[in-house]
């Protein structure tokens, strides 16, 4: 589906950008093209549309060497230097953080997944002609390179782009946002029953499945006391794959009661049975 099929109409996976977070790409992977959506002081505009190539086997990848390209959202960790690289990664190559914990917990192997460009002089490659990765022509990589920041920049692989009306947006934003307000004042609070009521119950944190996580954070908890939690520069996105699954990464700062810390905060937010949002998967970073 074009951008311009859809006039009036946002990406549904945007949902809201810190000051932070100056462009975000997505990859339509049914139509081999590639979006850089950008900020303005009049909200997200289109950039850049154009051709990317991505696996052999297509989409969905679950397992190393598997020749697929992730489904997901995903951060810019770094750029290569291309003075070291082999010249079929063309102009420069920016790797991308799969797996993430969101494919950790599905069991999702193999890393590597690269942005990059082509052979010099090659122009594209065909839609299906990486080893996973995403590649774009060089002309076109050039001129993004420095739209590309490492440990900023998110990097969305959809199956097919998918448009939504910006007060739909709009109500979702105001839903998250309060949810994470109040993890932040029970978490800060050490209110541990309405804390742990954020977390669903099939959770799981680094090898602790739910029950075992919730006894580790009871004692940390209740160790530590109370302290004041402050959410800044707050990321919203929506998962393209996992339906009703949503990203909020932001830092995080602790103070108080001799405690002071900064962390980089991804909680991962699905709806329970009763339409509430919780938290499915965090990390840091």
């Known amino acids: 589906m074009s951008s311009a099929l859809a006039e009036g109409a946002l990406p549904a996976y945007i949902l809201q950008l810190p000051e932070s977070v100056s462009d975000v790409f997505i990859a339509d992977t049914s139509t081999a093209t590639i979006y850089q959506y950008k900020q303005t002081t009049s909200g997200v505009s289109l950039g850049h549309e154009g051709y990317m190539s991505i696996g052999q086997q297509g989409v969905g990848k679950e397992r190393a060497w598997d020749r697929r390209t992730p489904l997901g959202v995903y951060f810019v960790v770094d750029q290569l230097d291309s003075d070291i690289m082999h010249e079929k990664y063309g102009v420069t190559a920016f790797p991308l953080d799969y797996p993430n914990v969101w494919d950790r917990k599905q069991a999702r192997t193999g890393d590597g997944i690269w942005v990059h460009g082509v052979l010099p002089n090659e122009g594209q490659r065909a839609p ?5 990765c995403i590649a774009l022509p060089n002309e076109d990589l ?11 920049t998110p990097v969305i692989v959809t199956r097919e782009m998918r448009w939504q009306d910006a007060e739909s947006i709009a109500a979702l934003r105001s839903e998250l946002n309060l949810a994470i307000k109040a993890w ?9 029953h309405a804390y742990l009521s954020m977390y669903a119950d099939n959770f799981s944190y680094r090898g602790m499945q739910s029950s075992e996580w919730a006894s580790f954070r009871v004692q940390t908890l209740e160790r530590r006391g109370v302290v004041s939690i402050s959410v800044d520069n707050l990321l919203l996105l929506a998962d393209p794959e996992e339906d009703g699954l949503f990203l909020s990464r932001f830092d995080e700062t602790m103070s108080g009661s001799g405690v002071g810390s900064r962390t980089i905060k991804r909680l991962y937010w699905r709806r329970n049975d009763e339409g509430e949002l919780q938290i499915v998967a965090e990390d840091n970073g």
């Open 142 to 152: 050039a001129a993004l390179k420095d739209r590309f920041v490492p440990l900023v």
């Open 128 to 132: 299906l002609d990486t080893d996973g």
């Open 184 to 192: 932040a004042k029970h978490y800060g609070e050490a209110n541990l």
